[in-house]
């Protein structure tokens, strides 16, 4: 099976900070990886999906990357609403979530 | 709009089997590929098995003992029993359904998660 690597564990950021997490899997995904967001008590929001296409209602300062084994996850200029956990997930092989990154404010 | 909507007991007892159901409004579970994924009190996030459009079934390697994922057409669910729980199996449980009609893939829609607690 595979498996993900995320890092951070976590990141503190001040408002309109760039910040990037990364995942890397154990064996090539090809670009099947996709990005959540998740708020205390909420369920996970998608994101990002196949590595750079973001989904409908997610905004622009959000972007990933990546290829093969490794994959990155920014968000430029963020924003107090973007204070939550984030986890990757590859969906190549079954599907593995990362551990999840927790972004705080500075 | 598809929801998605999870129910069952929130305290089970260890060694019994947990029992929870997903309901689904808004789309039609015999189309694209329906999971479970689960959330532990550490944050970590498991993907559990699905239930495909067709009836089949796919598994968690660490799970597929002990799991066991079916549906209801008429009523447009979907259920997961996991037996022998242990304290271990505590978590936030989720339904989601998965974006592709025909391939397992990313999840876009969830349930809002019900939380179980295994305790004696």
């Known amino acids: 099976d595979i498996q993900m690597t995320q890092s951070p564990p976590s990141l503190s950021a001040s408002l309109g900070d760039k910040v990037t997490i990364t995942c890397q899997a154990s064996?090539?995904?090809?670009?099947?990886i996709a990005w959540y967001q998740q708020k205390p008590g909420k369920a996970p929001r998608l994101l990002i999906r196949?590595?750079?296409t973001l989904e409908s209602g997610t905004p622009s300062r959000f972007s990933g990357s990546g290829s093969g084994r490794d994959y990155s996850f920014s968000i430029s200029n963020v924003e107090s609403e973007d204070i939550a956990s984030y986890y990757c997930?590859?969906?190549?092989?079954?599907?593995?979530f990362g551990a999840g990154t927790k972004l705080e404010l500075k | 709009e598809v929801q998605l909507q999870e129910s069952g007991p929130g305290l089970v007892k260890p060694s019994q089997s947990l029992s929870l159901t997903c309901s689904v409004t808004?789309?039609?579970?015999?189309?694209?590929?329906w999971g479970w994924i689960r959330k532990f009190p550490g944050n970590k996030m498991e993907w559990m098995g699905y239930?495909?459009?067709?009836?089949?079934?796919s598994y968690n390697p660490s799970l597929k003992s002990r799991i066991s994922i079916t549906r209801d057409t008429s009523k447009n669910q979907f259920f997961l029993q996991l037996n022998s729980v242990t304290t271990e199996d505590t978590a936030t449980y989720y339904c989601?359904?998965?974006?592709?009609?025909?391939?397992?893939?990313?999840?876009?829609?969830w349930g809002q998660g019900v939380m179980v607690t295994v305790s004696s």
């Open positions: 808004g789309y039609s579970i015999t189309s694209n590929y």
């Open positions: 196949y590595t750079s």
């Open positions: 064996q090539n995904i090809n670009k099947y």
């Open positions: 997930l590859q969906y190549d092989n079954l599907y593995t």
């Open positions: 989601a359904r998965s974006r592709n009609r025909y391939n397992p893939h990313y999840f876009d829609y």
């Open positions: 239930i495909s459009y067709s009836g089949s079934t």
